[in-house]
């Protein structure tokens, strides 16, 4: 496995924390655990936080804030219009962005949600790298198609590329001067790319995105969720910025581009939180009556003014150097150990968490019979540790009279980390699990749906092991 992250002078990571209040684990017994995961009908969505000992399922909104984070709580000025958080916040975020229009809303998908119905029209096409679930969800609820065009690099799970999160520039450009290019109103990036595995985009790719959307008259948006981890990996992989500052990378990133989402529950350092940044005045203005309607006047946007506050401090946090590094570690050496154990992960290692490859892992069983949902339940069994299953239970489609489903392209497992919340002897934890779980490798089975919604069933379908 190659590794991009070489600069740390010592083996062992550290936090670049200390810790002041804690919070304890329980501790369980794989019997507990198995009574928990049948009480819940083998779906780990189901399980209560106090039966899982390390909780990875999202680092969207789990991060733990700094001493200084509580401190901005503290300042929150709680005056429905025009508080003093409100400033510090619109003042952090317009020098981070330099977006001229800065509109807090409560989490990332409110953002989307209010993109999608003051800019997108029936028929209209979103071309993307690949569009996170809600994203996609809310413009194809305003009956837009929001195509994915990653590099085929990106679409190659175990090749090590450095930028696997670049959009294909030759099938954006058809697509930009093609027969159906007035129906775009605008190209979205997502940086980093969660659903193809965390993996980042690189400034090259993004000035040429803004090129193409420049030479069509295209208006160019990100949803910049992780963009601190993208400028992190930038700063390691493309030689013009080894010696830039993070923030820099990530101002210049912001600068390329007309606007963005965010959500804040990421690179915000926030448990809550997002926004949607602009530079076109009517379309903030037609965002701003849309907030009033559904989030809150435009001065807090469905946020408490100790988040507006908290997120103000966690977004001047999150660009630390040292931080960042000891991130993309725990992150790497996950992968590394899994790699040892031979256990087939998405390489390289992405940002915010490690990807299972199960339909490599677990040839013998085939995608309608879960390969990763088994390993997300036998992670469970085995240590308590809770992951997600992103294949066939998230993404697949049932069919009718006991047809097989519809599989998704790939069967992946994440484990995603919280930022600053688990320690390296979490991740060595982590790691015991993993290896016992190569050990188990032929004895695990498939599962069998006994119950199903019709839309994001894994949240709740009741499954049961197969013999
Ligand atoms: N865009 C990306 C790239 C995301 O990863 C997410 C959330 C959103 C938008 C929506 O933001 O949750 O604040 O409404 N991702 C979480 C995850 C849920 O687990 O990856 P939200």
């Keep these: 496995m190659i590794s991009y992250n070489l ?15 804690v919070e304890s684990l329980p501790i369980t017994t794989e019997q507990e655990r198995r009574g928990f995961l049948e009480r819940e009908h083998w779906n780990v969505f189901g399980l209560k936080s ?16 700094s001493s200084e984070q509580w401190a901005a709580i503290m300042r929150g000025d709680e005056s429905y219009a025009g508080s003093h958080s409100w400033q510090r916040f619109n003042e952090v975020l317009s020098d981070l962005t330099g977006y001229k229009h800065i509109i807090p809303t409560h989490q990332g998908r409110a953002s989307e949600k209010i993109l999608a119905t003051i800019s997108v ?11 996170f679930d809600t994203t996609r969800a809310n413009f194809e609820f305003a009956q837009s198609n929001p195509i994915d065009l990653l590099c085929e690099e990106g679409l190659d799970l175990l090749s090590p590329a450095p930028f696997k999160g670049n959009v294909d520039l030759e099938k954006l450009e058809e697509l930009l001067k093609g027969p159906e290019s007035n129906k775009i109103p605008f190209v979205l990036m997502t940086i980093t790319n969660n659903t193809g595995g965390g993996q980042p985009v690189s400034m090259d790719n993004l000035k040429k995105v803004k090129e193409l959307c420049t030479k069509y008259n295209k208006m160019f948006l990100l949803d910049a969720c992780r963009f601190a981890e993208n400028a992190w990996f930038v700063s390691q992989r493309e030689e013009e910025y080894k010696d830039v500052e993070i923030r820099e990378i990530a101002k210049e990133a912001f600068r390329l581009a007309d606007g963005c989402t965010i959500s804040l529950k990421k690179d915000g350092f926030g448990n809550i939180g997002g926004v949607l940044a602009l530079n076109d005045d009517a379309m903030a203005e037609a965002a701003r009556n849309l907030l009033i309607l559904t989030e809150g006047f435009p001065t807090y946007g469905g946020l408490a003014g100790r988040d507006l506050d908290a997120l103000a401090q966690g977004l001047k946090e999150i660009t630390d150097k040292n931080y960042l590094e000891y991130r993309a570690r725990s992150i790497s050496y996950l992968a590394e150990k899994a790699l040892s154990y031979d256990i087939p992960v998405v390489q390289p290692a992405g940002g915010h968490a490690l990807y299972i490859d199960a339909k490599t892992f677990l040839p013998n069983i085939p ?3 879960y390969p990763g949902h088994s390993v997300a339940c036998e992670i469970y069994l085995i240590g308590g540790v809770r992951a997600v299953e992103l294949g066939t239970l998230a993404f697949g489609v049932a069919n009718e009279n006991g047809e097989p489903d519809t599989p998704a392209t790939h069967e992946l497992v994440r484990l995603a980390a919280p930022r600053r919340t688990y320690t390296q002897s979490h991740f060595d934890y982590v790691a015991e699990v993993l290896e016992k779980l190569a050990e188990k490798k032929d004895k695990l089975k498939g599962y069998k749906i006994l119950e199903q919604p019709k839309l994001l069933r894994h949240f709740t379908a009741k499954l049961k092991p197969l013999k």
């Design 367 to 369: 995608p309608h019979e």
């Design 7 to 21: 600069s740390m002078e010592f083996k062992t990571i550290i936090e670049p924390f200390k810790i002041k209040s």
């Design 121 to 131: 029209k029936e028929g209209d096409i979103i071309p993307s790298n690949s569009h």
């Design 50 to 65: 106090q039966e899982v000992t390390i909780d990875l399922l999202t680092d969207s909104g789990t991060g733990s804030m």
